[in-house]
């Protein structure tokens, strides 16, 4: 198991470090840098040129790669150029938001999902045509799409503000007010990132069950006279979450893209936002910063799911032993 | 269900293809005295309650500052057929342009611009799948009949490539291209992109299927006939893969034009003047615009139809229940 986690932390640093440095490599080699947006402004070449110097854009790729990483390496991510503060800063700050974003919309897509999935999977009649439509429905609205009509739903209504992270002066109210305020904010980009998501878990919760309640220990303990609803819940339940646990390392990957657009429509202060604005402004220590912190959170989406992964599915444990 | 999906889809396609035929209006004409103007609807009941043919309201301006707008109740415009080059308008002269779906924020005509739009944005998804398919069959079928060390390494290329959110990939390899490109050049550009983003499943199921194809006696047969290894491949084991890539076609083409969309609405995609269905919703994305003028928001149900119909059409087949659970149904 040691020699598993080993393979796995080592994994998640060469994932970590693979997606910052192509960050970095790709925004310095794209045209223009931080000092474009001065041409033509009135500003002088030679204080662009200044300008560039100071920053350190003058020097070549590597060894502007070089020196990055050996500061990387001592945690230090550079400073961005675009809000002159130290990056690590500014990325934890907004890495925190997304987290926030994407752990609330997971936690409601699979509390919505999984029931919904046994449901579907296992009864007849009305109810799981009723939850498949909607899992149809839900599929087709993606985040950019239902954002959006959230958005306009709420603008219209004025039921929940439309974007940020709070409307409250820093500072004014308890803490209480603030958490309210919070959650507030929270339940438009949350629904709208969920949305999509329960349907997916739904849909493949169904199928898993489905194809569960054929395998013998079921019809077994069915014959032997255990209650079904004992059957579905307790026996059948537990390994057909194996599908849904196995996607969860992919479905870190897709919150993240989920997030990125939710963030932008409803200006909600996440990572999502952070980066776009570095890349448009070539703030390549910004952009290599969320990056990393980008590749943190998928590693850390894997191997949560592999851990899940193992609980729910003896069988694995052994095997990812055997696997190192 | 399948059936309504194809229809929408099949629909959407002649849309595209006949779109000078629907609207006499081009996507970038501006009418001054149209900005956000409301949908004029078409009306077969009159004021008086009474049955005519298809007929709309002239729409005024009242007020310039405050965008408000007045139907002209007294005066009802027929609407005529296949005439002035589409197959139903107002007659010119008579009550102003004709703006079904309403205008946008610069006066342009949201319908207009919806079914022209709906060139660029399928056609980029369309070329994007096309080129994901080409390369994912490549590289799975290299993988699969190669085997060792090269399928090994294509796999894991391939899953790392899977894990990385699509979006951020799509997002950084736009953002460090130039930021302002003509049309032409963002179509290629993206499209490219996207397809760069989008092959890795499809190589993994390629590479699966071949790999099985490849034990086959048939194959084996072939090979022990003489066949060369790459026309094996090409000939007998790929063909195979198929179906597989079909479905893989119509789950990679949402997932496009819903990546156009993205990247459209924040501004690196189709620039403003063009039409896709992203460009206007970016256009539709302050939220004071999105509370006064509901029809800016027509690109996303547009996207949800499409979304939707595809999804009808690949529906998996009914999931078989067990008897003894069935009961409480």
């Given at each position: 198991m040691a020699r598993y986690l080993v393979r796995r932390l080592a994994f998640s640093v060469l994932l970590v470090l693979v997606v910052a440095s192509a960050a970095l490599v790709l925004t310095r080699l794209a045209p223009g840098d931080i000092t474009s947006e001065q041409v033509g402004t009135g500003v002088s070449g030679r204080t662009l040129a200044a300008d560039r110097s100071r920053l350190g854009l003058d020097r070549p790729l590597v060894v502007q790669y070089v020196e990055w990483l050996g500061r990387a390496a001592r945690l230090d991510f550079g400073t961005s150029?675009?809000?002159?503060?130290p990056v690590a800063g500014l990325v934890a700050e907004r890495a925190l938001n997304t987290a926030l974003l994407a752990v609330v919309a997971l936690l409601v897509a699979t509390l919505v999902g999984l029931p919904l999935g046994v449901i579907a999977g296992s009864r007849r009649g009305m109810m799981p045509g009723l939850v498949r439509s909607g899992s149809v429905l839900a599929l087709s609205l993606p985040s950019l799409v239902s954002s959006l009509l959230f958005v306009f739903v709420a603008a219209r209504t004025g039921w929940l503000p439309t974007g940020g992270m709070t409307s409250l002066e820093p500072g004014a109210g308890g803490w209480l007010s603030s958490l309210v305020d919070l959650a507030r904010h929270l339940v438009l980009p949350a629904a709208a990132l969920a949305l999509p998501l329960s349907a997916t878990i739904e849909r493949l919760q169904a199928r898993a069950i489905a194809d569960t309640l054929r395998e013998p220990f079921v019809v077994a303990a069915l014959a032997r006279g255990v209650p079904a609803s004992r059957v579905l819940w307790r026996s059948a339940f537990k390994p057909a979450l194996r599908s849904v646990t196995a996607i969860y390392g992919l479905i870190f990957g897709s919150l993240l893209s989920g997030s990125f657009v939710v963030e932008i429509v409803t200006s909600w202060p996440g990572l999502g936002r952070l980066m776009f604005d570095a890349l448009r402004s070539r703030d390549l220590y910004l952009v290599a910063g969320c990056a990393a912190a980008g590749g943190a959170f998928l590693a850390l989406g894997g191997l949560l799911s592999d851990i899940a992964l193992a609980l729910v599915d003896p069988r694995l444990r052994g095997s990812a032993e055997a696997d190192s | 269900m399948r059936r309504a999906g194809w229809i929408v889809l099949v629909g959407v396609a002649l849309v595209a293809m006949f779109a000078a035929w629907l609207?006499?209006?081009?996507?970038g004409e501006r009418f001054e005295d149209r900005i956000y103007a409301p949908p004029m609807l078409v009306h077969v009941i009159d004021s008086n309650g009474s049955w005519r043919t298809p007929f709309v309201y002239p729409v005024r301006l009242v007020d310039r500052l405050e965008r408000r707008y007045e139907e002209d109740c007294a005066h009802p415009v027929e609407l005529r057929w296949f005439s002035g080059g589409v197959i139903v308008g107002v007659p010119p002269g008579e009550g102003g342009p004709w703006l079904p779906l309403g205008g946008d924020g610069s006066g342009r005509d949201v319908f207009a611009r919806l079914v022209f739009g709906s060139r660029l944005s399928l056609g980029v998804a369309l070329v994007a799948t096309l080129g994901a398919l080409l390369i994912g069959t490549l590289v799975g079928g290299a993988a699969g009949a190669a085997g060792g060390l090269v399928d090994d390494g294509l796999m894991r290329l391939s899953d790392f490539v899977l894990v990385l959110p699509a979006m951020y990939v799509v997002l950084a390899l736009r953002a460090s291209m130039p930021l302002v490109l003509a049309t032409p050049a963002v179509f290629a550009l993206v499209a490219g992109i996207m397809a760069l983003v989008g092959w890795p499943l499809v190589a993994r199921g390629v590479r699966a299927i071949v790999a099985a194809e490849r034990e086959r006696d048939y194959a084996q047969a072939a090979r022990s006939l003489g066949m060369g290894r790459s026309r094996l491949l090409v000939r007998h084991l790929l063909p195979a893969a198929r179906g597989y890539l079909a479905t893989q076609a119509a789950l990679l083409l949402p997932g496009f034009i819903l990546a156009e969309a993205t990247l459209s609405y924040v501004g690196l995609g189709f620039p403003d003047p063009d039409a896709s269905w992203g460009s206007m919703l970016q256009e539709a994305g302050n939220i004071a615009a999105i509370a006064d003028a509901p029809w800016t928001l027509v690109p996303a149900l547009a996207i949800f139809a499409v979304v939707l119909a595809v999804n009808l059409v690949v529906e998996a087949p009914e999931f078989t229940v067990l008897p003894g659970l069935g009961r409480r149904g």
């Open positions: 150029l675009m809000y002159g503060r | 609207t006499p209006h081009s996507p």
